[in-house]
């Protein structure tokens, strides 16, 4: 069976990387840190910007598959838009959610399905990988690692200074990711000031 064609769903706020308004890596006097919800059917994405003016929306959208495809076709599509979309972006830093226990099984294996593409893909174009828990990401954006999908998209939408984050709550989770991230960076530069002089030399 042939590779399905990229299904990437346009988000419905202006995307800059699309319109390649983003300048690569080697090229940026600021990091942008993509953060990635996995799974099989839904990728949500969401990168952010850290400007001296604060933080800044860059991209947000989805990466979907049609559940009819058999799940190597699936994963197949997802590497290629995720391809695309790295290429696109060209992130400092990629987040993806941490595995957690679920008690359906089946749901386990194929969102570890879906992290391995997620994985490997930003390693290959030299990102730096992290990976946060759900609890960790919603305890450092909201407060409460109990907070649910709701209050976590509300409070990243206030953050952002957007009226609404484009997508499902997929793409809401993935940037919550992203600033948590940015947000444990930050605290640990207050405790090493060195870390955050070496994180400028190289930017």
């Given at each position: 069976m042939p590779v399905p064609a990229s299904s990437q769903e346009?988000?419905?706020a202006p995307?800059?990387?699309?319109a390649g308004a983003l300048p690569p890596r080697s090229e940026r006097t600021v990091p942008v840190v993509l953060g990635m919800d996995p799974g099989t059917l839904v990728v949500g994405y969401g990168a952010v910007a850290q400007t001296a003016a604060g933080l800044k929306?860059?991209?947000?959208?989805e990466l979907r598959?049609?559940?009819s495809l058999p799940v190597p076709q699936r994963l197949a599509g997802i590497r290629a838009d995720l391809d695309d979309l790295l290429q696109?972006?060209?992130p400092d830093v990629v987040?993806?959610?941490?595995?957690?226990a679920q008690k359906n099984?089946?749901?386990?294996?194929r969102i570890g399905e879906g992290r391995g593409v997620v994985l490997s893909s930003?390693?290959?174009?030299?990102?730096?990988v992290a990976q946060l828990s759900p609890a960790s990401a919603r305890k450092r954006v909201v407060g409460n690692g109990a907070a649910d999908k709701t209050q976590v998209a509300k409070m990243v939408a206030a953050i952002l200074g957007v009226d609404e984050i484009p997508g499902t709550l997929d793409v809401s989770d993935a940037l919550a990711l992203a600033l948590a991230h940015i947000y444990e960076h930050d605290r640990a530069v207050q405790l090493n000031p060195e870390r955050g002089a070496r994180s400028a030399e190289t930017a």
């Amino acid at each position: 069976m042939p590779v399905p064609a990229s299904s990437q769903e346009k988000p419905n706020a202006p995307d800059p990387a699309a319109a390649g308004a983003l300048p690569p890596r080697s090229e940026r006097t600021v990091p942008v840190v993509l953060g990635m919800d996995p799974g099989t059917l839904v990728v949500g994405y969401g990168a952010v910007a850290q400007t001296a003016a604060g933080l800044k929306l860059v991209a947000a959208g989805e990466l979907r598959q049609p559940p009819s495809l058999p799940v190597p076709q699936r994963l197949a599509g997802i590497r290629a838009d995720l391809d695309d979309l790295l290429q696109r972006i060209d992130p400092d830093v990629v987040v993806v959610e941490e595995a957690f226990a679920q008690k359906n099984i089946q749901s386990a294996l194929r969102i570890g399905e879906g992290r391995g593409v997620v994985l490997s893909s930003a390693a290959a174009i030299g990102a730096e990988v992290a990976q946060l828990s759900p609890a960790s990401a919603r305890k450092r954006v909201v407060g409460n690692g109990a907070a649910d999908k709701t209050q976590v998209a509300k409070m990243v939408a206030a953050i952002l200074g957007v009226d609404e984050i484009p997508g499902t709550l997929d793409v809401s989770d993935a940037l919550a990711l992203a600033l948590a991230h940015i947000y444990e960076h930050d605290r640990a530069v207050q405790l090493n000031p060195e870390r955050g002089a070496r994180s400028a030399e190289t930017a």
